[in-house]
């Protein structure tokens, strides 16, 4: 499945690599927070509706996760997650 959608495939992203490189799965988390809720709503292909004003990214990105990969995280640590990979890449690329 996700190596059809076009997404994955334009991050270079392969679904083997995710679930053993943590490198890999926080930039595939950093990656999906970037994205808006509405955008997030669009790649989800789960049977659950998130589109209540009360749902927050996280969830959504949450519940990708484990659906599609069987990794189980809480949303303070997809948020924290996604702020540690953009602070390590921007100071990367700075030095």
Same mark, same amino acid.
């Given at each position: 499945?996700?190596? !059809?959608?076009t997404f994955y495939r334009q991050l270079g992203i392969h679904p083997s690599k995710i679930k053993e490189s943590n490198f890999e799965q926080n930039g595939l988390i950093y990656e999906?927070?970037?994205l808006s809720k509405k955008d997030l709503l669009k790649k989800y292909q789960g !049977?659950?509706?998130f589109s209540g004003p009360d749902i927050y990214k996280e969830t959504i990105i949450s519940a990708m996760l484990e659906e599609e990969?069987?990794?189980?995280?809480s949303?303070?640590?997809i948020k924290k997650t996604a702020t540690r990979f953009c602070k390590i890449n921007k100071s990367e690329k700075g030095a």
């Open positions: 499945m996700t190596e !059809k959608n999906l927070y970037k !049977k659950v509706d990969y069987n990794i189980k995280m949303t303070d640590a």
